[in-house]
């Protein structure tokens, strides 16, 4: 059984409300998932995210697992190849990794969600995608 409710949004309806000029008319509430009421769901902004850092967590694995398989050169940025030396793969892909996904989130919170579902695209394709090939023909 449905209750129903109504929802008041400005318009030219109905009297004033109290000391306020705006006035105000109701419209009954309608159900969820109904053609009228938006569907309740997760944001595009909050897929991107979570699709961005599945990405970054992906390609961590996938570097670490190419590293121990291939070794320090096989990593294209110089500076984590050479982070990699001093401090091993492990601990440099963690940092890199965080730090990715910390500058993910302030995207997020900046609602620039377009940059980051390009981002994501982006990544896929130059980062997950050629250590897939790399490892699968291994």
């Not at 579902?117 to 490892?135: D, E, F, G």
Request: glycine residues 10%; positive net charge.
């Amino acid at each position: 059984m449905i209750r129903q409710t109504s929802v008041a949004v400005p318009g030219p309806a109905d009297g004033p409300v109290r000391g306020n000029s705006q006035r105000f008319r109701t419209f009954p509430a309608v159900r969820p998932g109904s053609v009228v009421a938006p569907a309740a769901g997760v944001s595009f902004g909050r897929v991107t995210l979570a699709l961005f850092v599945v990405c970054q967590a992906t390609d961590g694995l996938l570097t670490y697992f190419a590293v121990s398989a291939f070794g320090h050169g096989v990593e294209g940025n110089p500076i984590l190849a050479t982070w990699m030396t001093l401090a091993g793969a492990g601990p440099t892909l963690l940092v890199a990794k965080l730090g990715a996904c910390a500058c993910g989130l302030v995207l997020y919170a900046r609602g620039t969600h377009r940059a980051l579902a390009t981002l994501t695209a982006m990544y896929l394709l130059v980062a997950v995608a050629p250590w897939l090939y790399l490892l699968t023909i291994r």
